[in-house]
């Protein structure tokens, strides 16, 4: 995550019932801004992707049409991108795009591999209002299936970013999720909280084995300061002191599912970074369950990075 020099951005043309709309969707407009954004302080390259998903017969017919008699819409398409492009050009960021065909979540994970992409940008489709979810089918796939980071932006992110969390579970994987956000965090000039949720697994046992509780107190002394240490001594391997609005630890105590979406809700939180853990094989990938049961809950834009030993199930 040190270097990221070549951006794909998933853009949703469709509008309602239209393959492609006179106006972009509002978390396509989302993505698109953070990445240009993002690019633009970085010197990186933009790859603008959108993904027309038309029956067999409508392709047929879209590529039949040798003599040009009508604009299809894939000319549309064309268009859109092409403006996408020249407005990047604009503002001095390297850009082109890609216009495929299939399933956007397949697509995109398939040109992020053939182009070597650092990082994917999608925006976040609310499709629950009364659940808060932020992320629809496609973004949830790409979260599960695509081997680099994936940046998914929320709509209502069209403001500056201020507030970065990243989520630790103290482990190596969590270390490269820790650069990753010290990364954001210098490029957007935001603060960082790092998060991680302590549970007390022997306290129970503690007290039914009779201890007193003074040695209960002394055993969650003890996981803090362990949790503490262990935190720091990752920090020590960053460079976070480059950042002009400092880092907060938080050791928020209880599961990661009642304490996380409620620190990033409480305090406007904008970005949450995590390593989504999960195993491989037979070409399947499951996220792992605390990853994937966040994300409903989460109100928040979130950056996903994937375990080291990875492997997506889409291949070339």
Known sequence: MHTISRIVVGVDLHEGDRLVGDELPAPTQAAISQSLEFAANRGAELIYCACLDLSPQAEELIHADVTNIYTTVEDFANQALTRLVEAAT?????????????????????????????????????????????????????????????????????????EIAVCTDLSEDSLRALHAAIAFAHHLDARLFILHSIEFP??????????????????????????????????????????????????????????????????????????????TGFKQFIMGSTAQSLLPHLKSSVLALKPTDFVSPVEL
């Open 202 to 279: 022997l306290a129970t046992y503690l007290r039914s084995a009779g201890s007193d509780e003074a040695a209960v107190d002394a055993y969650h002394q003890q996981v803090r300061t362990a949790s503490h240490n262990t935190i720091h001594a990752h920090l020590h391997q960053t460079d976070w002191r480059t950042l002009n609005h400092g880092v907060r630890v938080e050791l928020l105590e209880g599961s990661p599912l009642a304490t996380i979406p409620r620190f990033v809700e409480e305090h406007g939180i904008d970005l949450t970074v995590f390593t989504t853990h999960g195993r």
């Open 90 to 162: 604009a503002r001095g960021v390297k850009a082109q795009y890609q216009l495929r065909m299939g399933g956007s979540s397949r697509e995109l994970t398939l040109l992020v591999q053939e182009v070597k992409a650092d990082l994917l940008v999608v925006g976040a489709r609310n499709r629950s209002v009364l659940s808060h979810t932020l992320f629809g089918s496609t973004s949830t796939k790409l979260l599960q299936i695509c081997p680099c980071p994936v940046w998914v932006v929320k709509p209502e992110e069209l403001r500056e970013i201020r």
